[in-house]
């Protein structure tokens, strides 16, 4: 499976952005989607995901302020990110869990940059 990611950009805090990441491949295999990222000089972070069944999981640190979708006619996943804050820059990767017969395996998108400024 192989991810391609757009959206990133410069924003002031308190605006919005909306990434989205595409996926291609073996799509059919895909049980989750998910988006991390990683500030200078930090660790990757996970930042949200949604399973095939809608279901949605968040960090603490951006529930209430971002939503993650799935349009699967177009094997895209969204991040709605809204009430930015400067801690939000980041860059940020798109992710796939998915299966190869039975064999789990993951797959990550080049990474898009959010800078937000205060």
């Known amino acids: 499976v192989q991810l391609q990611a757009s959206g990133g950009g410069l924003v002031q805090a308190g605006g919005s952005l909306r990434l989205s990441c595409t996926a291609s491949g073996d799509i059919v295999s895909i049980h989750v989607m998910g988006w991390y990222r990683q500030a200078p000089g930090k660790m990757r972070e996970f930042i949200a995901h949604i399973r095939s069944g809608g279901t949605t999981n968040y960090a603490a640190s951006v529930k209430d302020r971002f939503t993650i979708s799935r349009d699967d006619a177009k094997n895209t996943v969204y991040l709605q990110m809204n009430s930015l804050k400067p801690e939000d820059t980041a860059v940020y990767f798109c992710?796939?869990?998915?299966?190869?017969?039975?064999?789990?395996?993951?797959?990550w998108g080049q990474g898009t940059l959010v800078t937000v400024s205060s």
């Open positions: 992710n796939v869990g998915y299966y190869v017969g039975v064999d789990p395996r993951t797959s």
